[in-house]
């Protein structure tokens, strides 16, 4: 199995950028699609980014338009999601998660490994 906790979130400025990372551990990290998903209170969770286990392949959502990128290190057991030109639309819970069901797309009912959560909040 795969623990996965988030880090980088905080309080920006509309147009500013922040860097978020998750790191991981568990033997079959190499293996997994790994993806970001938001949730805004009172909203549904939603895909942001995803990239399967070597890195060579990511999806993201439409609506993001370019702004944001997502890339993983498995030396470092750690995924990252660089988000540019932030918009007050763009505060939510930011998860990353994991599966194992060779989906390495959006859709959220696949991941079965979530991290807690950190929080991005634009201004």
């Known amino acids: 199995d795969v623990q996965l906790v988030e880090s980088g979130g905080g309080s920006v400025q509309a147009g500013g950028s922040l860097r978020l990372s998750c790191a991981a551990s568990g033997y079959t990290y190499s293996s997994a699609c790994i993806g970001w998903f938001r949730q805004a209170p009172g909203k549904e969770r939603e895909g942001v980014a995803s990239i399967n286990s070597g890195g060579g392949s990511t999806y993201y959502a439409a609506s993001l338009k370019g702004r944001f990128a997502i890339s993983r290190d498995n030396a470092k057991r750690t995924l990252y999601l660089q988000m540019n030109t932030l918009k007050p639309e763009d505060t939510a819970l930011y998860y990353c998660?994991?599966?194992?069901?060779?989906?390495?797309?959006?859709?959220?009912?696949?991941?079965?490994?979530w991290g807690q959560g950190t929080q991005v909040t634009v201004s």
């Open positions: 998660a994991a599966n194992w069901n060779y989906y390495c797309g959006l859709g959220k009912s696949a991941y079965n490994a």
